[in-house]
Nanobody, 119 residues
């Protein structure tokens, strides 16, 4: 079965940094676009960052561009999200997503990890 496991969430003060990691199993990792999304309490899930199957292309949501960096290691089946200059609006549950890029609607989600930024 396909599993995506997020690690690295926690409590951090505003202005601080966290690094999230997502470990994938049960799929051919290098075939998938990987992305991070977050969901604040009472809100819909929102896009944070994405990285292409080879790692050559990256996209970021407007609110995180310049602060967050996405990366992947296809040999280890992992994708990371380095989060710097965190603010209270970044608080929420962060989810790892795997999607096949060639016209398929197949998608897999992790269970999420909580990030809380205190003022």
């Amino acid at each position: 079965q396909v599993q995506l496991q997020e690690l690295g969430g926690g409590l951090v003060q505003a202005g601080g940094s966290l690094r999230l990691s997502c470990a994938a199993s049960g799929l051919t990792f290098s075939r998938y676009v990987m992305s991070w999304h977050y969901q604040a309490p009472g809100k819909e899930r929102e896009f944070v960052a994405a990285i292409s199957d080879t790692g050559g292309l990256k996209k970021y949501g407007d609110s995180v561009r310049g602060r967050f960096t996405i990366s992947r290691d296809n040999a280890k089946n992992t994708v990371d999200l380095q989060m710097n200059s965190l603010n209270t609006e970044d608080t929420g549950v962060y989810y790892c997503k795997a999607s096949f890029p060639r016209g398929s609607d197949v998608v897999y989600w992790g269970q999420g990890t909580q990030v809380t930024v205190s003022s």
